[in-house]
């Protein structure tokens, strides 16, 4: 599966964003679908992640209640809504899909990624 991520760009703190991941290839209701971030200078880090029917979403505690994951399997779209963004939030934001497991939010656990989309935030 091909993944394509969009929607950063610069925000000031305390605005929001909404980012998108479009799928193409292989069947994108099939696997759960992540968002990770990178900030420079850092490790890739787990921000979020959904279930394939969407009835299922994790968070990183630093997210969480901000952040907003979801997913429409007819558009093959998963979507995260950044609410309340901070400056510590800047990084490029990464989609991916087909995890090894639920729960282990492990990049390297995650067989397809998207090319990234940065967020940055001014303070």
């Known amino acids: 599966v091909q993944l394509q991520a969009s929607g950063g760009g610069l925000v000031q703190a305390g605005g929001s964003l909404r980012l998108s991941c479009a799928a193409s290839?292989?069947?994108?209701?099939?696997?759960?679908m992540g968002w990770f971030r990178q900030a420079p200078g850092k490790e890739r880090e787990f921000v979020s992640a959904?279930?394939?029917?969407?009835?299922?979403?994790d968070y990183a505690g630093s997210v969480k209640g901000r952040f907003t994951i979801s997913r429409d399997n007819a558009k093959n779209t998963a979507y995260l809504q950044m609410n309340s963004l901070k400056p510590e939030d800047t990084a490029v934001y990464y989609c991916?899909?087909?995890?090894?497991?639920?729960?282990?939010?492990?990049?390297?656990?995650?067989?397809?990624w998207g090319q990234g989309t940065l967020v940055t935030v001014s303070s």
């Open positions: 959904i279930s394939r029917n969407g009835g299922i979403t």
């Open positions: 290839g292989r069947t994108f209701s099939a696997n759960a």
């Open positions: 991916a899909t087909d995890p090894k497991h639920w729960g282990a939010w492990v990049p390297a656990d995650f067989g397809s």
